[in-house]
């Protein structure tokens, strides 16, 4: 679970400034500290996320290689048959 800085008892009383009932203030200072950190937790990577991101990478990387391998071979063999060709 991420961890998050929200200062209710600062939210509870500026909503009581503005004419909110205590225990109003107070409900909606912990439902907006509720609703925050389960934002977090579904939109936040975890270390687990981001490993597994970077291991993808490498493994495309890997594959971008070999296909830059077998596009220069073709060019090389189109290349070499054109040169057949014509000269």
Same mark, same amino acid.
Request: proline letters at 1%.
């Given at each position: 679970? %991420?961890?998050?800085? &929200? $200062?209710? +008892?600062? &939210?509870?009383?500026?909503?009581?400034?503005? /004419?909110?009932?205590?225990?109003? %203030?107070?409900? +909606? %200072?912990? @439902?907006?500290?509720?609703? *925050?950190?389960?934002?977090?937790?579904?939109? +936040? @990577?975890?270390?687990? $996320?981001?490993? +597994? *991101?970077?291991?993808? !990478? !490498? /493994?495309?990387?890997?594959?971008?290689?070999?296909?830059?391998?077998?596009?220069? =071979?073709?060019?090389? *063999?189109? =290349?070499?048959? &054109? @040169?057949?060709? &014509?000269?």
């Amino acid at each position: 679970m %991420a961890t998050i800085t &929200f $200062d209710t +008892l600062k &939210f509870a009383k500026r909503m009581e400034k503005s /004419g909110m009932p205590r225990e109003q %203030a107070t409900a +909606l %200072a912990e @439902a907006q500290k509720d609703s *925050l950190a389960e934002v977090l937790d579904s939109t +936040l @990577a975890s270390k687990d $996320d981001i490993h +597994l *991101l970077r291991i993808d !990478v !490498v /493994g495309i990387k890997s594959e971008m290689t070999t296909i830059k391998w077998m596009m220069g =071979v073709l060019v090389a *063999l189109a =290349v070499a048959n &054109f @040169a057949a060709q &014509f000269f």
